[in-house]
C-alpha cells in the first residue's frame, strides 16, 4: 500500500548490489529472537538461520536515510508541471485505463461477488489494484524478508514500525505456511496485487476463492481482500467520492485542504460543484496543484475511505479518477456494465 514514497525518491536511489549480513550478531536481533521464541513458540534455530544470512536491501534504506542516496545527475531539461500534472502522468495514462478494461472483463465474475458481498464497486477495487501493482504486473522485486529485517534493525526513523511489520511477517507466513525467503514485494515490504502491509494480513485479507489460502498474489483473495478492506473502513455503496468544484481565482488558499480537515458547505463561500452534486454531508477540500492553476474538488465519506488504504489526498484522486475512466472504458467496449 505504501508505493509513493518511491515516486520523490526514484531518482535517488543507489543501485549498489546487496551484500549478505549477519544479523543475529546485532542485541536487537537477540532480543528479537527471544521475544519471537518465547511468545509465539517459533524455533530459535530456525529464526537464527534466517536472521543470519539477510541480503542488506539499499534502496529499501534509501528511503529513509539519506547517506544511501546518490546525487541525481544533471540530464535533460524537464517541462514545467504542477505535482498533480506529474502524478497524473504516471498514474492515469491510458494504457493503464486500456489494461484495467480487460482486467475487469477478465475478473468480471470475481468482481461482482465482492459487489455482492461488500458493496464496493468493481471499478474502485480494480482501481487500486491499477495504481498499486498495474494489475499484478508490478508487486515488487524484493525479498520481503530481506528488506523488512534491514528495515527493522538499521537505524532511522521508522524503525519501530518495520519491527512491528517483520513480526507480522513472519508470523503470516507461519500461519499461510509460505516459506519466508519465496516471498518477494515492494522496496517497503508491502505484498501482492493490492500491496497489503504484513499487519493487515490476519485483518483483512479473505480467502475469496475458498481455496483455504489467503494469497494477495492471487487476483480472486486480492479483490476481496481491497473490497472487505474499504467495507471495514466505512465504505457506502452508491454514495459520491468526488466533485470538481469551482472557486474564484487561479490558485486556492481560502481554508485548509486534504483529508483531515471537513466542512459543512454552507461554510464554503463562493465554492459551487461544476454539475449536480447529491450529497448531504460534510466535505473535504482536495486541492490539486497544476502548472498555472489549482484544481479543487470536494471529497466526501467514500474519498476519506480510500486515504485509510494510503494516506494521501493525490492517491485517493489518483483511485477516483482511474475508476471513472475504468467504468466509461468497460461500457464502452462491453457495452453493459459489471453490476
Not at 531518482?11 to 536481533?29: A, G, N
Not at 519471537?36 to 534502496?59: C, H, P, T
Not at 468544484?245 to 463562493?270: A, C, I, M, Q
Not at 496543484?289 to 479543487?296: S, V
Amino acid at each position: 500500500m505504501r508505493i509513493f514514497i518511491l515516486f520523490s525518491l526514484l531518482f535517488f536511489l543507489l543501485v549498489t548490489p546487496c551484500f549478505s549480513k549477519d544479523y543475529t550478531q546485532k542485541r536487537e536481533v537477540k532480543v528479537f529472537i527471544d521475544r519471537m521464541v518465547k511468545k509465539y513458540g517459533f524455533n530459535r534455530s530456525y529464526l537464527e538461520r534466517l536472521f543470519g544470512n539477510v541480503d542488506f536491501q539499499r534502496e529499501a534504506l534509501a528511503i529513509y536515510v539519506p547517506s544511501y542516496r546518490e546525487k541525481a545527475k544533471p540530464g535533460k531539461s524537464v517541462k514545467k508541471q504542477g505535482s498533480w500534472d506529474r502524478y497524473e502522468e504516471i498514474f492515469l495514462k491510458e494504457t493503464k485505463v486500456q489494461k484495467g478494461v480487460e482486467y475487469l472483463h477478465q475478473h468480471r465474475k470475481t468482481f461482482q461477488k465482492a459487489y455482492k458481498e461488500f458493496g464496493v464497486e468493481p471499478e474502485f477495487i480494480a482501481a487500486i489494484i491499477g495504481v498499486e501493482s498495474h494489475y499484478g504486473v508490478n508487486t515488487g522485486k524484493y525479498p520481503t524478508f530481506d528488506t523488512l529485517t534491514t528495515l527493522a534493525f538499521e537505524p532511522h526513523r521508522r524503525q519501530k514500525f518495520y519491527r512491528s511489520e517483520l513480526q507480522e511477517f513472519l508470523l503470516m507466513t507461519r500461519r499461510e505456511k509460505v516459506n519466508p525467503r519465496h516471498v518477494k514485494g515492494s522496496y517497503a515490504g508491502a505484498i501482492g496485487l493490492g500491496q497489503f502491509m504484513p499487519s493487515n494480513y490476519k485483518t483483512f485479507v479473505v480467502d475469496f476463492n475458498s481455496d483455504g489460502k489467503k494469497r494477495m498474489h492471487h487476483p480472486a483473495d486480492a479483490i476481496g481482500s481491497i473490497a472487505y478492506y474499504l467495507k471495514r473502513h466505512g465504505w457506502k455503496k452508491g454514495k459520491p467520492v468526488a466533485m470538481r468544484v469551482s472557486y474564484p481565482g487561479k490558485r486556492y488558499n481560502g481554508k485548509k485542504t486534504g483529508f483531515r480537515h471537513r466542512y459543512d458547505r454552507k461554510s464554503l463561500k463562493e465554492i459551487y460543484p461544476k454539475s449536480k452534486f447529491n450529497y448531504k454531508g460534510k466535505v473535504h477540500l482536495i486541492k490539486l496543484q497544476r502548472f498555472k492553476f489549482d484544481e479543487l474538488w470536494y471529497g466526501t465519506k467514500n474519498f476519506y475511505v480510500i486515504t485509510r488504504y494510503n494516506h494521501s489526498d493525490y492517491y485517493a484522486m489518483a483511485v477516483y479518477q482511474l475508476a471513472q475512466r475504468l467504468k466509461e472504458g468497460y461500457k464502452s467496449k462491453y457495452t453493459k456494465y459489471l453490476r
